[in-house]
């Protein structure tokens, strides 16, 4: 297994401009999350989904969206970068409900927004 | 919702054990209680989970306290490698599962 797969790995963008990072996974996982991680600061989450077709805010939702139409891949759109949203981002993903299961990380993307 | 308090960092030396301490309070009485680790520059790594008794594995111990309103993460004898931010995280459902505190920041000294 590939486990959980980040694309791309770097990417510089000015502001305004709209992107989406990739995250795939190949273990069959329900729950999929995606976190950003600011210069010395701990991981915050910004959208989660239970499952395909079911997606919900976490901490910091404001400025990304997000779909989840197959099982495998959970997209992070920004729609309008801006300065405050460079960081580091990663996706997560784990299998069923139960507290049980724990999180298995992508290795991130490194966004600068210029 | 199961928030954690561990403090901002610690010290130790080589080959000595680290105790990293973790408060989860309002924790529930399902939810297992996960320790992370975050190397740098890498993506978080799971390293151990329990929800009542205490756990060992390959990579560290997990000693729960009895009333499961804090935990400890036990690495018996630190190297260099074991230089990292360490997230203790009350696993419940939903987002509240699913979020972090800001971690213990472990420096290992040669």
């Known amino acids: 297994n590939a486990g959980v797969t980040q694309t791309p790995k770097f990417q510089v963008l000015k502001t305004g401009q709209s992107m989406t990072l990739q995250c795939a996974q190949d273990m069959n996982h329900e729950y999929m999350s ?11 989450l910004i959208h989660y989904s239970v499952g395909a077709g079911i997606t919900d805010q976490g901490e910091v939702p404001n400025g990304y969206n997000v779909s989840r139409s197959t099982t495998e891949d959970f997209p992070l759109r920004l729609l309008s970068a801006a300065p405050s949203q460079t960081s580091v981002y990663f996706c997560a993903s784990r299998t069923g409900q139960g507290s049980y299961n724990e999180q298995f990380f992508g290795p991130g993307t490194r966004l600068t927004v210029l | 919702d199961a928030k954690t308090t561990q403090p901002n960092s610690m010290e130790s030396n080589e080959e000595e054990p680290v105790h990293l301490p973790c408060n989860h309070s309002t924790i529930s009485g399902t939810d297992y209680i996960h320790w992370y680790r975050q190397l740098p520059s890498q993506g978080p790594e799971y390293v ?33 490698r074991d230089a990292a931010v360490y997230y203790c995280n009350g696993m419940g459902g939903g987002a509240d ?13 040669p």
């Open chain 2, 97 to 109: 599962g699913l979020t972090f505190g800001k971690g213990t920041h472990l420096i290992i000294q």
């Open chain 1, 34 to 44: 995606w976190y950003r991680q600011d210069p010395g600061m701990g991981l915050r």
């Open chain 2, 48 to 80: 151990i989970h329990g929800l009542t008794s205490n756990v060992n594995n390959r990579m560290a111990s997990l000693a729960i306290a009895e009333d499961r309103k804090s935990s400890t993460l036990i690495l018996h004898r630190a190297t260099l």
